[in-house]
């Protein structure tokens, strides 16, 4: 069979342009970088989901120290993330500001109040 092949974007389904290469899959750069974004973090779930199945938890994860959460930074979080979700991040800073009430907060007043009392000249 000698016709064409309607081709389609394997991301989005739009039909791709007849000018696009042979070979292209996708409709453009962005659905190539979304779909290769995706097919990234399918990978890494399925890499949690056989570490879990082996007992390698602790190896890729780490528990949320707020909620217990198991979760696996750099999977639908920040690859340095601490908590599992912004939620427990929130959570955990307000815990720690109730323990401690204002004393970041005043060591960095003091601490730039010394900057500008050496810094600037005294007025008369
Ligand atoms: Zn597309
Ligand atoms: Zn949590």
Do not use: N
Request: glycine share 6%; with cysteine; hydrophobic share 40%.
């Amino acid at each position: 069979m000698a016709m064409a092949r309607r081709r389609y974007c394997r991301h989005c389904r739009q039909p791709l342009r007849v000018t696009m290469r042979v070979d292209a899959l996708y409709c453009g750069p962005a659905c190539r970088a979304a779909a290769r974004r995706s097919s990234i973090y399918w990978m890494k779930v399925i890499a949690v989901d056989l570490a879990a199945a082996r007992g390698l938890q602790d190896r890729i994860g780490r528990h949320c120290p707020v909620c217990g959460r198991w979760f696996v930074p750099g999977v639908g979080v920040r690859r340095d993330a601490v908590y599992d979700t912004p939620a427990c991040r929130t959570a955990a800073w307000r815990a720690r500001r109730a323990s401690s009430p204002r004393q970041p907060l005043r060591e960095a007043v003091t601490e730039s109040a010394a900057v500008t009392d050496a810094g600037t000249p005294a007025r008369g």
